[in-house]
């Protein structure tokens, strides 16, 4: 394979013209094709349709705690639910309060309450001047919209292979007293399902806030997602961690059975410090009686417990697996060697994170809309909708069938290709 930038002007004109020709091929198919969305596919939603069983007119729906499903009570969770997600977020029973269908919801109310009372008597962030968040990018475009909505400023850390930047993170987050938060997808990260390592997350233990609000927003919404048996990344479990460091209050762990059970419809919760978890429960109870316990029993009927779950969790893999190596493989036979774009591997998680060279992702997109592929916006992945390279574009793999991923693969790499021929020879 020869490099892109090392052909002449006359070879890169003959296989423009080439490429052009197989691309209306293409197009004249009249495609109708989409890897725009993280969405489970029918087959993977098909998983656990036994929840439907689990809680029948004849089920006993009384939960441990010997309160009545059906009814009013028990605020922050039910105790078999609280426990099949404490083990799945790796963190005691007694840290997590469990919500509605969301774990969103849950962000989007963490940061709405800061705003409006503060954290732990602090100011309300409202009636500061300026608050900041940090967003390490390429990101998820839901994170950064929560902020923005807020008028919160978002400053770029740019995403390594080992998580953030973190020489970027100490220096802000410990001179700046207006930066309140971090966004932080720890594990198979959307979009680029990069894992923290150890020395990454011992280092945000270790952080000294100049702000006594700061708080990192730990999303690990893709923490059992794994895509291979025998290729798995590990990642610290950061409360006890935190805790260790002497910051137990540091740190909002977010995560949700969406991706595991039914998005829209599955249980999200919040792990925290006893400090956090006592002033999350005071609004909580102001904003609701409880939320939907016969969810949480049928989730935890189901599941029955985290072996359960890793169980189910296989089953995923085995269809998301070929999907991804799907991708993987035609990204590598179509455009590897060419140096006209760089992508990651990853072990686990929903999407594969892809950059062309600077100044194409936006191009690149369009082209492939030309042909009926629909993408991720160019610049989702960043604050503000605005990626200064221009050059990031997310794959979702997970919702097309492997036959429309190969269709999908030959119009993404030829926009590929024509849109880099056409930068090299502007
Ligand atoms: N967090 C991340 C990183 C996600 O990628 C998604 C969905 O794509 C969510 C949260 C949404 O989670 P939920 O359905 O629990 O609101």
Redesign the pocket.
């Known amino acids: 394979m020869t490099a892109y930038k090392d052909l002449s002007k006359n070879e890169l004109k003959a296989l423009k013209k080439e490429l052009t020709k197989k691309f209306e091929d293409v197009k004249a198919k009249g495609l109708k094709l989409d890897m725009s969305r993280?969405k489970p596919s029918t087959e993977q939603l098909n998983l656990s349709m036994g929840m439907m069983d689990v809680l029948t007119s004849s089920s006993d729906l009384v939960c441990e705690e010997g309160v009545d499903c059906r009814n009013y009570g028990v605020l922050d969770g039910i105790k078999e639910a609280k426990q099949l997600l404490a083990d799945m977020m790796e963190v005691p029973k007694d840290n997590i309060v469990i919500f509605g269908n969301?774990?969103?919801?849950v962000m989007y109310d963490t940061v709405a309450r800061s705003m409006i009372h503060g954290v732990m008597g602090s100011t309300p962030w409202c009636k500061l001047d300026k608050v900041k968040f940090l967003c390490p990018v390429p990101g998820?475009d839901?994170h950064f919209a929560i902020t923005e909505h807020f008028g919160i400023e978002m400053i770029n850390i740019p995403m390594t292979p080992t998580g953030p930047d973190m020489d970027m993170v100490e220096e802000l987050v410990s001179t700046d007293p207006a930066v309140k938060g971090i966004w932080c997808?720890p594990k198979y990260s959307?979009p680029q399902g990069i894992t923290y390592s150890d020395e990454t997350v011992h280092r945000f233990a270790k952080l000294n806030p100049a702000a006594e609000d700061f708080r990192i927003y730990w999303?690990n919404?893709y923490g059992i997602h794994h895509l291979y048996e025998d290729k798995q990344d590990y990642l610290i479990e950061i409360l006890m961690e935190c805790k260790k460091e002497g910051h137990p209050d540091m740190v909002y762990k977010f995560s949700?059975t969406?991706k595991i059970s039914f998005?829209?419809s599955?249980i999200?919760a919040i792990a925290a410090s006893d400090a956090n978890l006592k002033e999350i429960r005071e609004q909580m109870k102001i904003q609701t009686i409880g939320h939907d316990k016969l969810n949480q029993l049928r989730h935890a009927r189901f599941f029955k417990d985290i072996h359960g779950m890793v169980k189910h969790m296989k089953k995923h893999a085995d269809i998301m697996r070929p999907k991804f190596d799907t991708v993987l493989a035609s990204l590598e036979k179509e455009l590897g060697g060419l140096e006209i774009g760089s992508w990651l591997a990853p072990r686990g998680g929903?999407f594969i994170s892809f950059d062309s060279m600077d100044g194409c992702a936006k191009a690149i997109v369009a082209k492939a809309k030309e042909a009926g592929l629909v993408m991720t916006n160019a610049g989702a992945t960043y604050p503000y909708g605005k990626d200064p390279h221009d050059s990031n574009i997310r794959i979702a793999p997970s919702y097309p069938t492997l036959d429309e991923i190969k269709l999908a693969m030959e119009v993404f790499t030829l926009s590929v290709k024509l849109v880099s021929i056409d930068k090299l020879l502007a």
């Open positions: 993280g969301s774990s969103l919801n998820y839901r997808v959307n999303d919404a949700s969406s998005p829209g599955g999200a929903y």
